[in-house]
DNA sequence: TAGTGGTCTAGACCACTCA
DNA sequence: GAGTGGTCTAGACCACTAT
């Protein structure tokens, strides 16, 4: 018996299990044998377990009971914010100035990305993300017209686009790629970097209910580093 | 009255944001009145909500209620597996191989990161990790000995310290840094790659009760990319 | 201070899966 | 078939915080 807040209860079992009291594959005792150890509903037990399987520290299964994860794969979580809140997050002030913005058949491989037909123009943007007034991150975007038709009267000069379409399309699903390249010509002058330049890129594309709504290249300063706690 | 299961409820409700329903903003009804509308518990209620609120969707405040993200930070989850899993996944035949072992003294950087004395030394590992013989990631280790002296004994030539050190220390905190870089001559030269290239570099250093165990970093292949669903 | 979410409980039934 | 986790319920009390 000893505490009982699903807080509590995992964060005991997590220790129990960095002690080694319950090592690496073993198996753990089931939900109502715990629940009266700790002198808590069985309910209680559930939740610090789903959420310590959630976590991926232990394994469930039916009828299998419990087990220590053998390989413990860690989550790391990110937080994938607009990049006015990265940069304000490091303290400097943000700002952000379209360099390119027009109408424009784009080239074959986004064509497919955005379903549209060959021929169909779609919105095209080039953005320069500033901290302290020096170049943080350039963005390459398109926008499918079909689905975000207004932001063609969207004050893009106030609003960067990445925030003005999270504020308004009611929200979406979407992959991210993160990689890395040599700078070319073009980025590299933006950002004021020298060509080759190894820099981080984020690509990232949304969709709102099956139809497509913006693809974008992001294209981090050269240093910039993602930083996460497992 | 719709239906009941925690997820299920979660699901129309996210839903009922994505159609616009529930503006971005807006307040949501409160639990008991969710309740009686779906005609389940309130308990249920609750699990959809704050499954909600963990992915980011809504925020939830005692006696403000529960409202819809303005700003809908999305979180992207990464599983931070061990390279063999990584390049299995993408169906390859793995295999590793050690370039160097030693126990050498460590930079300055790395000694304070480790909490070592001056002139301590630690284990230093080199390993090149392969895809179908061909080169994945070249690997850069540090191993404090004081906290896993047995390392020295692993068969690393058949586990790789990556794996071996997941299997063995009980379970750790860390944390992991993203970042690109212009491969120097020796990654280079191991990854059979072009000096200068940019690369997918990851940094990872783990803990466990506070006390340093490994610091390493991950330089893969040119092309490497991270990839995620939102 | 009142209202909302956060959590616990005790009991129940279901679903999966291992043997 | 039996055992374990998954989930629901109805009721209760607590904790935070907006007003």
New binding site residues.
Partial sequence: MIK????TVRQSMQDRIEVGEWPLGAL?P???ELASEY??????I??A??AL?DAGVVV???????RVCEMPVRHAKFTISIVREQVEATGCQYRHSVLTSMLKIPPAPIVTRLGLKSGEKAFYLETLHLADDRPFAFEERWVNLKAVPNILTAPLDDISANEWLVKTVPFSSGDVIFSAMNVDQKVATSLETAIGKAIFVVKRTTWYKEEFITTMKLFYKEGFQLYTRL
Avoid: D, V
Wanted: glycine share 16%; proline share 0%.
């Fill in positions: 009982k807040s699903h807080h753990i089931g939900e109502i002198g808590c509903a069985r309910t209680t559930n939740r377990l789903q399987a469930r299964k039916r009828k299998g009971g419990t």
